[in-house]
């Protein structure tokens, strides 16, 4: 068997695991005992289970022996163990590795020695990026030795030593640590096993054969091994895709960022050129068209144009690659879902979607279940995002706000949630809209429950039902209260909730992340002994901290055919069809990371490597992904709504392309054009017509407020909605309604406070309102932060209301507060129909001289004066039309007069029957009113008078106002714009 030895590469555009595959079939001689015999380092182990398929694709589908299959870029410490004691190679002097996550933890409360302030859960983010910043070291082969001379005394010099003092947490104290344990970094250990591989491999090269195939040798480490690999007599480096037909003076200048740059640099570790590189074993020496257009494309600045690409390279570049620049990240996620359902109707093609862009593959597989498509995302999510974790995040919610009515429902919705209860879905429905929607409940079980009181019957039987099992599962949490605990038994107590919430232990332990969640939960429980007492918040802070920074990927069955990669696992990887997505500046290339403790000059001088190598990796990921069958690269044109850059090598290729009049346009072509074929309508789109429901005269109203006669006017679809309907608008969770509050309030201290000052105010007057107030207060459920800025007004407003009361009780004194009252306004014998109107009168007070004054307390605006002069706001006009006809307490009275009063700290009081108002013949109001309210009755008792939806302002809209007009579906029909000129108000503004 003649053994590989020396350097060897496989061109861009070459299958490069099947030519490996094959090359390595032919060097064994078609012999399987032969091939056991070969050792192959990969990447990734992605790349390795690639090479597998290969192999079982070489051999038609039969099992074959493969050789020793073993992955370099993420081999861990276990599998190095294993390599080099069954090498003979006694590691026991090199000590065991550090978990990770006791690593953060024994960071954290070194920052927190440093930063006593600072809290725990903080402390955590700062102790992971000391730790990113010990594992660059590391895997650079570096120490901190000489962090200290990287700035110069000067300006900044204050600035550094503040970091380098911060420092001595990783530079003097965490050594100390790591020895007193035994321990080492993991990236530590990773490059002493590294090195004691490359040193028994120099020292005693092994007789069997050893190919590094596909690495660059970015990391030190690799790079040593490597070039070990390629002196042995039976050893061979395969890189990928080294290009051996760039011209010398581009390979001469080629910086960081170009994607030959890594190979370069390593082929120069080694002492070696592109002269000593040969074709790896079945690979043709010819250029193809592709290869040299992605060559021009990547050249560098200063060659850059130099040989414009010839037709038949551009040809050949357009055939297989296609640009699409979408409008926004949305569109974007929906053609390549497209691309991708497209690919599959042939059943033997596969496709890779390679993107950095996280949220863009998220949106993907969204996309792709329009087509009941699961696509395989290897880079997982989040365990805060996993079904348990959102309970977990639930739970905690509920705690720290104190069953809040958002984080009730949101436990009660959660699929996790199982209780033992008949028609549970049915009972959290009613829950939910008898006592968690509207306004915030006091906090607490209690709060709940004191608004659980003021039901009855079947809705209070299934809201007991669930508040109950609230209190029984949660309440040992409640209890925690804000006092200090050990956070192992808070950690124990969390547990043993969450596993009662889904029912039974097996419920939360069986989902496809309970084996990651297990791990984090017994680190956890292991590192809550080291901790001292503290309380719900803090340690609940901890808990999320962890679960959001650890990834979870489930293990289910997913469609065969399409995969969702990133870059760093999609090298050497091919399927027929590529979509490389993400295509801007920023995104791909990357940004590079925020290094929160050294600056990139700093970073140079330290020998850390520059930002630059990150792009010129992704520039070469770029270009090997480009060789493929066929290619498809997106990009949009805008991100949130931002303008966006494409990346460089778009840039470049879109020039190119362009010197030769060759540009497409990427912004129409056949995928994106489909896809927004998929989302247009059917048929052609007709406008919709304003409705105009005729019910029958039996379903209409036959009594109304004053309140309703107002909108009936404004707007009779709202009427017919909620009155012959009965749809009545959801309130929403956790409402503030602080105006309806305030309203509420001021009339319940007024109406108290005349009860209590019927007779007389006396001296003390504004002890007693305050104190009615006060009580009042206290009844609300909740507090808004709104109240702590108001209630200072309230002295103010009993100043001002004392002293309307004193001018007001010379002339008339209280009679009605809150006062019901109905007359009957039209009655037919023929239809035996009829219409009374009620009204519920803020305050009647009597005249000493005879007749009566009407008052509505206003806490907003008062209506307009034209509006009340034509009948618009007709509310204290139809009140004195009840009391002229003795509705109030069956006694008659003359509405002698009509008064708005604004409560306010400068309050004011609009009298309607003041001969000076303007716009008003006050003598005619009620008559009018009482004439006007008949023609409106008269009208709707025609049953072909339909219940029109008029457009109303959106500005003048009440909730329920909008609610109705979403209903009646306005904004289809109506080109109303709804601005109104500024009506000239009877009250004086606050």
Known sequence: MPLPHGLYTIPSGQNFLKKLAGGLWEIAEHNQQNLTRMRILLPTRRAARGLRDAF????????????????????????LDLTLTGLGLDITDIPPAIPALERQFLLAHQVQLKEQNLPFDQCLILAKELATLLDQVHTEDLDMKNLDTLVEFGDFSKHWKEILTFLEIVTTHWPIILASRGQVDPAKRRALL??????????????????????????????????????????????????????????????????????????????????????????????????????????????????????????????????????????????????????????????????????????????????????????????????????????????????????????LKNPLTKWDIENFEDNVGCFEKEILRGPKPASGIKGLSNRLKTKSGETKEKCTAILEEIENRLAPLLDLGTKAHPPLAMLKLLIERAELICGRKENFWAQPESDELTRVFSNLLIEATKLPPMTAPDWNAIIMTILKQENCREIQPRHPRIVILGQLESRLIRHDVMILAGLNEGMWPSEPAHDPWMSRPMRKKFGLPPAARSIGLAAHDFSESLTADRVIITRSLKEDGAETVPARWLQKLTTLLNAQNAKPDWASTNLILWTRELDAPTAKYIKAEQPLPTPPIDARPQQLHATWIEKWMNNPYHLYANKILHLKPVDPLEDEAIFADRGTLIHNVLQKFIDHTEHGLGENAKDLFMEIAHAEL????????????????????????????????????PWKREAEGKTLIYENNETGRSFTLAAKADRIDRYKTGGALIIDYKTGGIPAKKNVAKGLAPQLSLEGIILEDGGFENTKFEALGMSYWKVASKGSVINLHDSQTKYLDYSRLVKDARLGLRELISQFESPTTPYIAIPQPKEKLYADGRAYAHLARVSEWSNFEGTDAEDETIGEEE
């Open 56 to 79: 079982l694709e070489l051999n038609n589908g039969t099992p074959i022996l493969l050789p020793r299959l073993q992955p370099l870029g993420d081999v861990n410490a276990d599998e």
């Open 194 to 411: 590294m090195n004691a591989l490359t040193d028994l491999w120099k020292n005693h090269p092994p007789s069997t054969p050893i190919i590094a195939a596909g690495s660059t040798g970015s990391i030190p480490t690799t790079a040593k091994l490597l070039k070990t690999i390629a002196n042995l007599p039976n050893g061979a480096v395969i890189l990928p895709g080294l290009d051996l037909h760039l011209e010398e003076e581009s390979w001469d200048i080629i910086d960081d960022t170009h994607p030959q740059r890594t190979m370069k640099n390593l082929l120069g570790f080694m002492s070696k050129c592109r002269n000593d590189v040969r074709l790896w074993t079945g690979c043709p020496p010819e250029d193809t068209e592709r290869n040299r257009m992605i060559r021009s494309v990547m050249r560098p600045a200063e060659t850059f144009g130099k040989d414009l690409p010839t037709e038949n390279m551009i040809s050949d570049f357009l055939e297989h690659v296609e640009v699409c620049e979408t409008s926004n990240a949305r569109e974007q996620a929906s053609v390549i879902a497209t691309a991708l359902r497209l690919i599959l109707e042939d059943k033997d093609k596969t496709a890779c979607l390679v993107t950095p862009d996280r949220a863009l593959a998220r949106r993907v597989t969204i996309a792709l279940k329009r087509w009941n498509i699961e696509a395989d995302d290897s880079a997982g999510q989040s365990l805060a995002a996993t079904p348990s974790g959102i309970l977990i995040s639930t739970l905690l919610r509920a705690i720290e706000e104190e069953c809040s009515p958002v984080s009730i429902l949101s436990l």
């Open 778 to 813: 206290e009844q609300l459920e909740s507090l808004s932060p709104h109240w702590r800025y108001w209630w200072p007004r309230m002295s103010k407003i009993a100043d001002w209301v004392i002293s309307e009361e004193q001018k007001l009780r010379e002339i008339a004194f």
